[in-house]
């Protein structure tokens, strides 16, 4: 947890100047183990936490997404980020599920 809340921190560090706020347990989609099952039937995995970031891959429904356990809220929406391989995308925290 100790590497979670360090990330965390830089995260909001970074993002707090244009108005972003993050946290690592609240939001609708942390939970415990942070993975989360896709609901929608296409969902986006964004460069940053907004919809004026490009889209770098698309989930689809049944997909398992997560191992991080921070979650963005920006814009009246809560983002989630998940791992990609080989970076980090953020999803809407609503097409999410928590497992």
């Not at 995995?45 to 919809?51: E, L």
């Not at 814009?75 to 599920?97: K, P, S, T």
């Amino acid at each position: 947890m100790r590497g979670v809340l360090a990330r965390l921190t830089v995260i909001a560090a970074l993002l707090a100047p244009v108005g972003v706020t993050a946290t690592a347990t609240g939001g609708p989609a942390a939970a415990s183990g942070c993975h989360y099952r896709v609901q929608w039937p296409v969902a986006g995995v964004y460069a940053g936490p907004g919809f004026e970031h490009s889209i770098i891959k698309d989930k689809y429904a049944g997909d398992i997404v997560g191992e991080s356990c921070v979650v963005v809220f920006n814009e009246g929406e809560y983002w989630a980020e998940v791992d990609l391989g080989g970076g980090n995308g953020l999803m809407r925290a609503a097409a999410l599920q928590p497992i």
